[in-house]
């Protein structure tokens, strides 16, 4: 089910290690790492190190893949205090943007998992 890395991917370059990346969370098959532009105290990209363009095209293909990059960004956030054990939880969302009106700039699928700071809904 894997798929090649891809030569003009920005995020298959950083897992193969060829662009810096600022790694929080790295297994076999997930790869995370701090956005370039954060929009949050928090804001992690968690990526399978295999090429998928977006969430859906991802989940027809390996969907245990899928859930492994959810439970990584579950990991994530536990790392960054935003998991409390009980009672006061802080929070934090996960968001995956898909095609260009949603304004996804990156066509290796990520979830962006946001937290630190009072977030609204709806997101505009
Ligand atoms: P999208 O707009 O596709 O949902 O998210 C792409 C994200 O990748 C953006 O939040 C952007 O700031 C981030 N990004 C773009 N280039 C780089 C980079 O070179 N390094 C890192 N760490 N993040 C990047
Ligand atoms: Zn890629």
Redesign the pocket.
């Known amino acids: 089910l894997g798929s090649e890395p891809v030569s003009d991917c920005?995020f298959c370059r950083m897992v193969a290690g060829e662009?810096p990346?600022?790694v929080v969370h790295s297994t076999d098959r997930v790869f995370a790492?701090?956005?370039?532009?954060p929009q949050a105290p928090t804001h992690v990209?968690v990526i399978p190190k295999d090429h998928h363009r977006t969430v859906g095209a991802l989940a027809a293909a390996d969907p245990a893949l899928l859930a492994e990059v959810i439970s990584a960004a579950q990991d994530v956030a536990r790392q960054e205090g935003l998991v409390a054990g009980d009672g006061e939880e802080p929070g934090f969302r996960l968001v995956t943007?898909t095609g260009p009106q949603a304004?996804?700039?990156?066509h290796h699928v990520?979830l962006?998992v946001l937290g630190g700071r009072h977030m609204n809904w709806p997101p505009g």
């Open positions: 920005l662009i990346a600022d790492f701090r956005d370039i532009n990209l943007n304004g996804q700039t990156v990520h962006h």
